[in-house]
């Protein structure tokens, strides 16, 4: 069944319109976590669309673009790192997803959700594991989720560029881990993510 077919599937008398959640940035030791959520009508077709994880950068930019300027209504939710240390990722993630939801100028049917968790909401939802690799909207959101957080990573890049982040993304790369090793974390670092890494929690300058 292709990603659009799938989508389909889900549409009954009482769903007429679906959304497609998905988040990126659950993993990285700095930055934000970063959801997203794409509404489309039931014909509309874009072909290069697949899970974000599935394709290059340079695609990914191109396919933003054309997602936004197609998708009946889309919306983009971030929860910085300051909040993931307060919340936990989980909770992060599922804020995120939330606000990226409230965005929205249509309102949906049913959400589908990327993954085997749910978060609170009004609209029934119905969580897809590996949902953006079989969901059309799905796998768009994780599209616009992944090259939000990608450009935001790339812009803090410029201000600390001694941990690579324009190139890892804030992922726990070797050269990341050893940036921080040699100059501390700064804002931007998950300190909840830090000390499962670091032995020695003083080597932090935070």
């Known amino acids: 069944m292709d990603l659009k077919e799938f989508d389909k599937s889900f549409l009954s008398s009482s769903v007429k319109v679906i959304a497609g ?19 489309f009508d039931v014909n509309t077709i874009i072909p290069k669309i697949n899970d974000s994880k599935k394709l290059s950068e ?3 930019e191109e396919l933003y673009d054309e997602i936004i300027s197609q998708a009946i209504s889309y919306g983009i939710g971030i929860v910085h790192q300051k909040e993931i240390d307060e919340i936990n990722i989980l909770q992060a993630t599922l804020k995120a997803m939330q606000l990226a939801v409230a965005e929205l100028k249509t ?15 009004n609209i029934p939802t119905q969580t897809i594991v ?6 059309f909207s799905i796998a768009a959101a994780s599209i616009l989720a992944k090259v939000t957080r990608d450009r935001i990573m790339v812009a803090e890049s410029k201000k600390h560029p001694e941990y690579l982040w324009s190139k890892n993304k804030g992922y726990g790369t070797k050269e990341h881990i050893q940036a ?22 003083e080597e932090l300058k935070i």
């Open 58 to 60: 340079k695609i990914r």
């Open 130 to 135: 590996k949902g953006d690799s079989k969901s």
């Open 180 to 201: 921080i090793k040699k100059h501390g974390a700064t804002k931007l670092h998950r300190k909840s993510f830090l000390r499962n890494i670091l032995e020695h929690q």
């Open 21 to 39: 959640v998905d988040e990126a940035g659950r993993g990285p030791l700095a930055g934000p976590v970063v959801a997203a959520v794409t509404i």
């Open 107 to 121: 309102t949906p049917d049913l959400i589908l959700i990327d993954g085997n968790k749910a978060f609170n909401s």
